[in-house]
C-alpha cells in the first residue's frame, strides 16, 4: 500500500486485490510478476516499509522471508 499499487484496506489477508497489486509492482520493477513476495520482492519492497504509516503491516510478515 505504501507503494502506490493497492487501494484497498489492509486486512492481513493475501486476497486477489493483493496479489495483483504485488504483481503490479514486480512488473514495475523488472521482477517475475507472479505475485509471490520471494526475496528479491522483498529487497523492493523494503525501501517503501515504514512501520509508523498502518501499524507496520510490512514488518509483520517478515516470517515470510
Known amino acids: 500500500k505504501n ?3 493497492y ?3 489492509v486486512d492481513g489477508k493475501m486476497g486477489p486485490m493483493t496479489r ?3 504483481r503490479e ?3 514495475m520493477n523488472d ?3 507472479d505475485g509471490i513476495v520471494g526475496q528479491q520482492t522483498w529487497v523492493r519492497l523494503g525501501v517503501y516499509a515504514d512501520s ?3 501499524g ?3 514488518g509483520a510478515a517478515e ?3
Do not use: T
Request: hydrophobic share 45%; net charge positive.
Open 3 to 5: 507503494a502506490g499499487f
Open 7 to 9: 487501494q484497498g484496506n
Open 20 to 22: 495483483e497489486a504485488i
Open 25 to 27: 509492482f514486480q512488473r
Open 31 to 33: 521482477l517475475k510478476a
Open 52 to 54: 509508523s504509516v498502518g
Open 56 to 58: 507496520g503491516e510490512l
Open 63 to 65: 516470517i515470510l522471508k
